[in-house]
């Protein structure tokens, strides 16, 4: 009896610590979603996204020459469409897209200049 107490409390402790092992196919499933292509491609989009705003934003406070804005804002603007055409996305979802980038670097460029208006006033 007391051997069988023994191997149990030994057993125990063994399955606690080969778990993570034994279920290491669900792991690896999670990792291979992370670096799929669409993931991948997600990131890129949301990099050029990114991109855009904080040379719009640069752009508007003044402290990006108009030269670079534009060659940035093209950089950025050639590696969304990559991005969206790699997607296959549908005609209405491009032009949803591109409006919303629109959208957002208006966005952007009236929460600055109106930041700017109000400290100038002040």
Excluded: K, N
């Excluded at 897209?97 to 460029?109: A, F, N, S, Y």
Aim: aromatic fraction near 6%; charge should be negative.
């Amino acid at each position: 009896m007391l051997v069988l107490i023994a191997v149990l409390l030994a057993l125990i402790p063994a399955v606690i610590i080969a778990y993570p092992f034994l279920r290491r196919g669900e792991s690896a499933e999670w990792l291979d979603d992370e670096s799929s292509p669409m993931a991948t491609l997600q990131r890129r989009w949301e990099a050029a996204l990114d991109g855009i705003r904080s040379a719009e934003l640069e752009y508007a406070i003044g402290s990006l020459a108009e030269e670079d804005y534009h060659w940035l804002r093209r950089q950025y603007m050639r590696e969304a469409a990559i991005v969206l055409r790699a997607m296959e996305l549908e005609q209405e979802e491009e032009e949803a897209l591109l409006t919303q980038i629109e959208t957002e670097t208006r966005r952007v460029r009236a929460r600055v200049l109106g930041e700017d208006r109000e400290v100038a006033g002040e």
